[in-house]
C-alpha cells in the first residue's frame, strides 16, 4: 500500500492522543511535531508542512478541541480535512471545448509516464464519454517515441496522427489538427517531447506547439516516485507554459507521498489524474478527499 510510513506515523500519533483521555497543551504541541516530522519524513515540500501545521493547530486552538469532547478525534477530523485542502478539496474535471475538439497537450520530462498516459487518457474519454479521440504524435526528439505512441493508439483501438521525425512538430500539429477537423473527432491528445531535464529548447518548442494549438487542457505528466524533484519540474514546467492540470503518475510505486501532498499547494495547479500501475485502465480521476482518508488509514 502506498504512503504505508506517512500512514503508520500518523497513526501511531492519534494513537497516543487518544489513549490520553483529556489532551492538554503540550499533548497538542508533541502531536503537531509529530505531524510535521511525519510530513518531512514523506519528502512532502517544507513551506507546505509549515503552512499545513500552522493550521491544523490554529484550527484546533480556535474551535477548543481540548475543552469539547473527544479531543483527539476532533484534531483527526481537522487534519483529514486539511490534507483534503492540500491536495485541492474536489476532483477538477478535464476542460472541455464548447465546439468539438477538445484540445489536450501533454507534456513533461521523459521517462515520466506521458505517452503511457496519453494513451490511458485517450481510453478512458472512449469507455466513460463515448469520445473519438485522436492522438497526435509531436514527439520527435526520440525515434522511438512515435513507434510508442502508435502501438499504445492500437491497443487502445485510437487513431494516430504522425508524420515520422523530420517535421518540425509544430507542423505535425497543425496537420493533425486538420485531419481531426476532418475526421470530426471531438478530443485530440497531443503527445510532445521530453527531456531528461527541464531545458530552454524543449520550453520554446512547448511554448510553440501551445500557440499553434491553443490547447483547452495542458496536462503535465510527473512521476510521482521521484517525490520532491517531481514538485519542483512541475513549478518548472508550470513557470513557462501554465499549465491547466497535473497527472501524477506511478503512485503505485510511490511509497512517501510528498509529490502528492505538495503539488497543488506549491504549483496553484489541481492533480486532474493519478496514473496507478503500467496498464491502459490504470488511470483515476484524483480525489484529493479520498487520498486523505488512504493516507490516514
Ligand atoms: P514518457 O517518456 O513520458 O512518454 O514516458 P512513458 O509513457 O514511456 O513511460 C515510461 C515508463 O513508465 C513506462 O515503462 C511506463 O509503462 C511506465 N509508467 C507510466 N505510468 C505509470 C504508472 O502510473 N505506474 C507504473 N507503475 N508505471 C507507469
Redesign the pocket.
Known sequence: MAFEGLTERLQKTFRNLRGKGKVSESDLRSTMREIRLALLEADVNFTVVRNFVKKVQTRAKGADVLEGLNPAQQIVKIVDDELTKTMGKEATPLNKSEKIPTVIMMA??????????AGKLALKLKNENKARPLLIAA?VY?PA?VD?LVQVGQQVNVPVFQQGVDVDPVDIVKAGLDQAKKDKNDYVII?TA?RLQIDQKLMDELKRIKALANPDEILL?V?AMTGQNAVSTAQGFNDDLDVSGVVL?????DTRGGAALSIRAVTKKPIKF?????KMT??DVFHPDRMASRILG
Open positions: 513533461g520530462l521523459q521517462g515520466a509516464g506521458k505517452t503511457t498516459t514527439d526520440r517515441a510508442q503527445d521530453g505528466v512521476d503518475t506511478k503512485l503505485d510505486g493519478v496514473g496507478q500501475g503500467e490504470d488511470l
